[in-house]
């Protein structure tokens, strides 16, 4: 799957939208305007954390996936599932009837994401050892996160860890293993089974490689509800040969501390995107004392909380804690096949260079970015500070560049446009079509069945 171009998950329904300013106000990049009564995302600020869709009262933000059927196009219908999937389940439904749905959907082969995670965690401790200069090394396993430190982080490029995410191991293992069993290429099909939709870009417009062998994107709550529908209450046939190479840690690495606690004392987790900006701003300012290892995820309780699960957060992390003492730790399975056969894919989780694409400077000249810095500190004097977002930005200071770049106007401030009818510089007639023409007209008459109201969509 090449990306034309860098893909976003997430897309405004125009005709749900009321532009209530609630995901402009929790988008930790400010990548939300209002304009003409309808929120806009700005494509290069985006990361597709979800955040924004979590917060709409309405349900105007939402996900695409592709088409479930895709998977007739093919002979061998591989599924790739995270392990938190498992944990959406009541504790009623066993591995074994889980996976017997997931083949009674119509798919052929059933693989979890973390299966050869010991892979993985070897490829990534090597890189640590022959790269002592760019700690602390941050993991490239959350795509928001990547982005974020691409747009917002730059020179934190260096840190990141050059290898790919546990989806792009189990599908090169995946191919690996049918290959054993005489399947060509061509003829097998991988979908990913996604938590979040930062994982959706990751897959259409992957960071560190060119693209990515994933055929196809099945959202988690959408495959979950299917599952539902689907599972025998019977207890079904004995599946476990399909979890053969799956481990405690591989169970546990999509968790908070799930990959930190693997890498030495020096390692840090840290879970919410905003909790990681906050930490990035005193990383960069070099406000950190010394650490080796950092793991950053952008959703509360990193996957367990991911925009497009359906269960608890909280209940998801305790049953995979529950299912992970059933397993063994990934060293008992250093001597298995799969393990030992592991050169080849371990040279194809090696990423590209991850290069930095600036979006929070305000001109690509230097010199040109200063001068708009001075003029943008030069509005803040004459705005309130209230950061009321009635502007269409999210602050003050977000108005103040915007103004500077010529995406906005002195205007679109409503206390300004106050003061300056009651200094009689601008009639009623005019402030009140510049709010208008920023939030959409007759939006301020009186309407008892409008949509927003108190509880409606929460």
């Known amino acids: 799957m090449s990306p034309a171009k860098r893909y976003h998950a997430l897309t405004i329904d125009e005709q749900k939208c009321m532009g209530c300013t609630h995901c402009m106000k929790v988008c930790p990049t400010e990548a939300i305007r209002v304009a003409g ?63 017997a749905a997931l083949l009674k959907i119509g798919f052929t082969h059933v693989f979890e994401v973390e299966q050869p995670i010991g892979i993985l965690k070897t490829s990534i401790k090597e890189y640590c050892r022959k790269s002592p ?4 090394h941050i993991s490239t396993f959350c795509p928001a996160i990547v982005r974020l430190i691409q747009i917002r982080y730059p020179s934190l490029t260096e840190n990141l860890i050059k290898r790919k995410a546990p989806h792009d191991l189990v599908a090169h293992f995946a191919i690996s293993e049918l290959k054993k069993q005489g399947a060509k290429e061509e003829e097998i099909g991988l979908f990913y089974v996604t938590p979040c939709n930062a994982k959706i870009s990751s897959v259409k417009s992957p960071v560190g490689e060119t693209e990515s062998i994933v055929d196809g994107i099945i959202n988690m709550d959408a495959i979950y509800n299917r599952v539902m529908k689907a599972i025998d209450d019977s207890e079904a046939a004995d599946t476990s040969a399909r979890r053969q190479n799956l481990t405690r840690d591989g169970i546990l690495w999509s968790l908070t501390r799930g990959e930190a606690r693997n890498f030495g004392e020096r390692s840090m987790a840290i879970d919410g995107i905003h909790n990681v900006i906050r930490f990035l701003e005193r990383l960069e300012n070099e406000e950190v004392p010394d650490i080796d290892f950092l793991e950053l995820r952008a959703c509360d309780q990193s996957c367990a ?51 930095p694409k600036p979006a929070f400077s305000l001109d690509k000249d230097r010199k040109r970015a200063l001068e708009k810095m001075a003029r943008a500190q030069r509005i803040i004097c004459f705005l309130p500070g209230i950061d009321c977002g009635a502007c269409g930005a999210p602050n003050c200071q977000a108005l103040a560049e915007d103004m500077v770049n010529g995406k906005a106007k002195m205007s679109d401030c409503i206390f ?33 069945n ?3 109201r108190r509880n409606e969509g929460f």
Request: hydrophobic fraction near 35%; glycine fraction near 6%; charged fraction near 30%.
């Open 37 to 99: 009564g309808l929120a806009e995302i700005r494509a290069d600020r985006c990361v597709d954390c979800g955040h924004c869709m979590r917060a709409c009262p309405v349900k105007a933000i939402y996900v695409e996936q592709d088409d479930l059927q895709n998977i007739q196009s093919f002979k061998y219908r591989v599924v790739l599932f995270p392990a938190v999937m498992i944990g959406q389940f009541p504790e009623k439904y066993t591995e074994d009837q889980i996976y």
């Open 416 to 448: 300004l446009q106050q003061m300056w009818e009651n200094e009689g510089k601008i009639d009623t007639k005019k402030a009140l079509r510049n709010v208008e023409k920023k939030w959409g007209e007759k939006r301020f008459q009186a309407d008892c």
């Open 133 to 136: 200069d760019n700690r602390p």
């Open 305 to 355: 909380g991911g925009i497009m699960m359906t269960g608890n957060r909280f209940l998801t992390v305790e049953r995979l804690e529950r299912r992970a003492k059933r397993y063994p730790p990934t060293w008992k399975l250093q001597n298995s096949p799969a393990i030992k056969e592991s050169k080849q894919l371990k040279q194809k989780l090696v990423a590209d260079t991850i290069i």
């Open 450 to 452: 409008k949509r927003g």
